[in-house]
């Protein structure tokens, strides 16, 4: 199972980015998928996730509207699509899946990608 974020990069403050996570190696019936970020010395913080039918979708408090995950389960692939960045959404961003419901604590996702780092300059 391999999960491959892409779409990272330099933005200035105000800017957008799209992110993307592309499964291969299964499909991810029946499964949520989320994204979670960790900056430099902190610790990984959930940012979205989605339920496998896109019926539910759950924000970090942060997030405040400007963050909208969604995702193509034809594609296997889920989106973060990101409005009004701030210097402090500097991190690298992380795709995570597991079975059923939504959970904002990294511990329970099973499935992680390896990392897209967003850098946010003033």
């Known amino acids: 199972v391999l999960l491959v974020e892409s779409g990272g990069g330099l933005v200035q403050a105000g800017g957008s980015l799209r992110l993307s996570c592309a499964a291969s190696?299964?499909?991810?019936?029946?499964?949520?998928r989320a994204w979670f970020r960790q900056a430099p010395g902190k610790e990984r913080e959930f940012v979205a996730a989605?339920?496998?039918?896109?019926?539910?979708?759950s924000y970090g408090d942060f997030v405040k509207g400007r963050f909208t995950i969604s995702r193509d389960n034809t594609e296997n692939t889920v989106y973060l699509q990101m409005h009004s960045l701030k210097p402090e959404d500097t991190a690298v961003y992380y795709c995570?899946?597991?079975?059923?419901?939504?959970?904002?604590?990294?511990?329970?996702?099973?499935?992680w990608g390896q990392g897209t780092q967003v850098t946010v300059s003033s």
């Open positions: 995570a899946a597991r079975p059923y419901a939504v959970a904002v604590q990294a511990r329970h996702y099973e499935h």
């Open positions: 190696g299964r499909t991810f019936t029946g499964y949520t």
């Open positions: 989605i339920t496998w039918g896109g019926g539910r979708t």
